[in-house]
Structure formats: structure tokens, C-alpha cells
């Protein structure tokens, strides 16, 4: 049973950095591309930053370039989204996804497997 399990979500100050985490088990996760998502009230999912199986690869959307970064501990069998910066415009649900292959996709359709969530909030 494959399972994706988000953490780190909450409430911050703009300005402010939190650190989200996604824990993959029931996979070989090493052979996954791995993805984060958001999706704020009323909008649709979209891609934030995905990264390849190695994460020797890694692509951002340009709303959080510079700001927030993906990473990747295979030994562990979890990603990494670290974000700085935040702005009220960053809140939202956050999402992790993951992907069969080696290729590096940022569409929704292509992944797999997804998590259930955590929500970030970001006051001004």
C-alpha cells in the first residue's frame, strides 16, 4: 500500500520559513520522481517544484523561484520543501506527489501517488 504522508504545515508571518516534509513508504521510492503541489480556496492545483529521482534535477514554478526549495533523502524515503520568504499568496493546501520513472513532470496528470495535504497559512 503506498502511502505519502505530509508534515510541517501551519501559521506564519509573512516574511516568515517553514519546512514541509513527505514521507513515501510502500514504494521504492528511489525510483519516483517526487513532486510538491498547492492549491488555494477556490483556484486550481498547481505545481510548485518537482524533483527527479536522484535529485540531481529539480524545476521550480516561477511564483516561488528563488524563494522556496525541493530536495530529497532517498535513505529516508522523503522530500523536502523548504520555504522561505512566505507571502500571503503562498497559502494554501500543499501536496506531495510522486511519479514512476525518471522523467520530471510538473502536470498533476502524470503522478501517481498523492498525499492528503497540509495546509499552509501565511498572514500578512
Known amino acids: 500500500q503506498v502511502q505519502l504522508v505530509e508534515s510541517g504545515g501551519g501559521l506564519v508571518q509573512a516574511g516568515g520559513s517553514l519546512r514541509l516534509s513527505c514521507a513515501a513508504s510502500?514504494?521504492?521510492?528511489?525510483?519516483?520522481?517526487m513532486g510538491w503541489f498547492r492549491q488555494a480556496p477556490g483556484k486550481e492545483r498547481e505545481s510548485v517544484a518537482a524533483?527527479?529521482?536522484?535529485?540531481?534535477?529539480?524545476t521550480y514554478a516561477d511564483s516561488v523561484k528563488g524563494r522556496f526549495t525541493i530536495s530529497r533523502d532517498n535513505a529516508k524515503n522523503t522530500v523536502y520543501l523548504q520555504m522561505n520568504s512566505l507571502k500571503p499568496e503562498d497559502t494554501a493546501v500543499y501536496y506531495c506527489?510522486?511519479?514512476?520513472?525518471?522523467?520530471?513532470?510538473?502536470?498533476?496528470?502524470?503522478?501517481?501517488?498523492w498525499g492528503q495535504g497540509t495546509q499552509v497559512t501565511v498572514s500578512s
Open positions: 506527489a510522486a511519479d514512476l520513472g525518471f522523467g520530471l513532470f510538473t502536470s498533476q496528470y502524470e503522478f501517481d501517488y
Open positions: 524533483i527527479n529521482w536522484s535529485g540531481g534535477r529539480t
Open positions: 510502500g514504494v521504492r521510492f528511489s525510483s519516483y520522481a
